[in-house]
């Protein structure tokens, strides 16, 4: 039991610096457009994907990355760097759509 507090210790409380509460921070934008989708699609009886859920997966996936090169970490960076081109894409495609028919 002792080894898992010193594990619990050096993980939360020794190595805990900017970085930590940036990745913490991160972590809740990027939650936070599944709570934003949840929300909407309780609103309308079926399940939407709200441009708010987009713009949550930028922002978070942005800081994310950020965290990600900070600890040098080529899985993280790889697969935020992959999210992020189609999260924008997703974004373009709406805001396409919107021109097209300004009703949506």
Same mark, same amino acid.
């Given at each position: +039991?002792?080894?898992?507090?010193? !594990? /619990?210790?050096?993980?939360?409380?020794?190595?805990?610096?900017? !970085?930590?509460?940036?990745?913490?921070?991160?972590?809740? +934008?990027? +939650? +936070?457009?599944?709570?934003?989708?949840?929300?909407?699609?309780?609103?309308? #009886?079926?399940?939407?994907?709200?441009?708010?859920?987009?713009?949550?997966? =930028?922002?978070?996936?942005? /800081?994310? /990355?950020?965290?990600? =090169?900070?600890?040098?970490?080529?899985?993280?960076?790889? #697969?935020? #760097?992959?999210? /992020?081109?189609?999260?924008?894409?997703?974004?373009?495609?709406?805001?396409?759509?919107?021109?097209?028919?300004?009703? =949506?």
């Amino acid at each position: +039991m002792t080894a898992l507090f010193d !594990w /619990l210790h050096t993980v939360f409380i020794e190595q805990f610096n900017f !970085w930590i509460v940036l990745g913490f921070v991160a972590q809740a +934008m990027f +939650m +936070m457009r599944f709570v934003i989708q949840w929300i909407a699609s309780e609103r309308v #009886g079926r399940s939407i994907v709200p441009v708010a859920f987009w713009f949550f997966s =930028i922002a978070g996936g942005s /800081l994310l /990355l950020v965290y990600a =090169i900070q600890r040098q970490d080529p899985v993280f960076i790889a #697969g935020q #760097g992959l999210g /992020l081109i189609i999260y924008f894409r997703n974004i373009w495609l709406i805001f396409k759509e919107k021109r097209r028919d300004p009703t =949506i």
